[in-house]
């Protein structure tokens, strides 16, 4: 089970080294906190995890400061 701050952590990692403000760090984690801890005990291809993945990794790509990166 990863926190909403962990995720966050893991998909900024996963896109290479970069900086973000603090207060996209903050608006990223709070989004991830509406629908709790990401728990991927028993992930399925296609499954909620993978898509709360997704829609993280989505936000972030479409931020200017990746953009700018």
Do not use: W, Y
Not at 2 to 17: I, N, R, T
């Amino acid at each position: 089970t990863l926190s909403p701050a962990e995720v966050v952590e893991g998909c900024l990692d996963l896109l290479g080294p970069m900086t973000v403000s603090e207060e996209t760090r903050a608006a990223l984690t709070e989004h991830v906190s509406r629908r709790g801890s990401l728990d991927l005990k028993g992930h399925t291809q296609g499954d909620d995890s993978e898509r709360r993945i997704g829609e993280v990794l989505t936000l972030i790509a479409s931020n200017p400061e990746f953009q700018r990166a």
